[in-house]
């Protein structure tokens, strides 16, 4: 629908920028001085005067019905939403954060691509082991509530867990930011939280990506996701094919959600806003969700040599069952007493405000047990020591013959 008084507004300024008066108009168009006077009061002028009247006014018949010039201003990259001088100041400004003192890191910000030493002297068949990983939908709440740089922790401690519990060694870290225009601070404090994590987990952030996606990406939204390369022999890849009936599991304490079951959790807040501020411990629903994964590393390496461990999972989305499940071999079952789980008070309120069958937890959520670690019952006690060094660790169950891979048996104490 034309806006006529935008049209006539438009009129009014264009024939001003040419010096003219109403009656000059009226003359050179050999029309009526009131007719002019119409038309910059909101009457539409007819067809037949349409053209004449833009070719005037040096402009085209479209931008008169529009009531506006067409851009004139060439198109650029700026333009569309991508500044590039000011995505190289960031650039220059986040270098700090890719300072590493290990020496195996051959180059800095600048170059197309990252270079690290491979020669590993002390490691017989070494094997390399990656793994790409993202935070998920926490990282939306992260965003919205100003846990940025905390959901930077959750990312690197995830992917180092993943390739930890096949007995590897961290070594390098590349990020990916995704964003629909780069705000140099929340930028920064990404890449903070990116580094710190992965000197926490004793690896280096070696590089990366800032994607600007103006065209793609909801204003204020960051997408992030990270790749990890880490090391072992071949003769310690720990995935699961030792293990033989007798062994036990052991299960190490989580702190909280870590980085799954955050769909339900949002939809839970979606429905019942106010819980979000309900204590639960000392600490609000808030914080007790948004408490970042944790780093299993740390016990991990005291442990992953022994050639006692025969198998660890990491306990991630789709609880116990999907992931224990994925290294027991064929013809094998894990037994877990879930009488035997120290509930975390924050899935109880959870299961209670959501009204959740067991079931459906157990499927969902880690439900206070972040690491499994399947040990020769020999070694347990001395594997369980280490562990206990950092976290809770309790034993969870045992492995027997049978079908399927893990069966569970009594109910969580909730």
Excluded at 89 to 104: H, S
Excluded at 159 to 183: F, Q, R, T, W, Y
Excluded at 205 to 211: A, D, Q
Aim: hydrophobic fraction near 40%.
């Amino acid at each position: 629908m034309l806006d006529v008084q935008k049209i006539a507004a438009f009129l009014v300024e264009q024939r001003r920028k040419l010096g003219m008066t109403q009656a000059d108009v009226a003359s050179k168009l050999n029309v009526s001085y009131q007719a002019v006077s119409k038309w910059e009061n909101g009457a539409l002028p007819n067809v037949e005067i349409l053209a004449e009247l833009a070719q005037l006014f040096h402009v085209t018949a479209d931008e008169i019905l529009a009531g506006r010039k067409k851009e004139t201003e060439p198109l650029s990259y700026s333009r569309a939403g991508v500044d590039v001088a000011y995505t190289d100041a960031i650039k220059k400004e986040i270098a700090a954060y890719l300072q590493t003192e290990d020496p195996r890191v051959l180059n800095g910000l600048g170059p197309f691509a990252s270079l690290y030493d491979l020669d590993f002297p002390e490691i017989k068949d070494p094997v390399l082991v990656l793994k790409t990983e993202g935070p998920g939908s926490k990282q939306k709440l992260a965003m919205q509530y100003g846990y940025s740089e905390s959901i930077c922790h959750d990312m690197i401690n995830h992917l180092v867990n993943d390739i930890a519990v096949m007995g590897a060694k961290p070594l390098a870290v590349l990020d990916c930011i995704v964003c629909s225009s780069a705000e140099k601070e929340t930028i920064k404090i990404l890449l903070k939280g990116i580094s710190q994590a992965c000197k926490e987990n004793e690896c280096s952030l070696v590089g990366g990506e800032t994607s600007i996606q103006p065209q793609v990406v909801e204003k204020g939204t960051y997408i992030l996701s990270s790749s990890i390369a880490g090391i072992v022999s071949r003769r310690h890849v720990i995935d699961g094919h030792a293990i033989q009936p007798g062994d036990l599991i052991l299960g190490v304490a989580s702190n909280g959600l870590h980085t799954n079951g955050y769909s339900l959790v949002r939809m839970l807040l979606e429905k019942m806003p106010q819980i979000k501020f309900e204590k639960i411990h000392g600490e609000t629903f808030l914080e007790q969700i948004m408490k970042p994964h944790t780093a299993y590393y740390k016990a991990i390496k005291q442990i992953a040599s022994n050639p006692a461990v025969h198998g660890m999972a990491h306990i991630t989305g789709g609880g116990m069952e999907a992931n224990l499940s994925r290294i027991i071999p064929k013809g094998l079952q894990a037994k877990i007493d879930l009488g035997k789980w120290k509930v975390l008070p924050l899935f109880r309120f959870i299961k209670e405000a959501g009204n959740i069958e067991e079931q459906e937890m157990l499927a969902t959520f880690n439900c206070g047990i972040g690491l499994a670690v399947v040990v020769e019952k020999t070694s347990a006690q001395w594997i369980k020591a280490r562990i206990s060094e950092f976290f809770d660790c309790c034993e969870i169950g045992t492995i027997q013959e049978g079908t399927p891979k893990v069966s569970f048996y009594h109910h969580i104490a909730w």
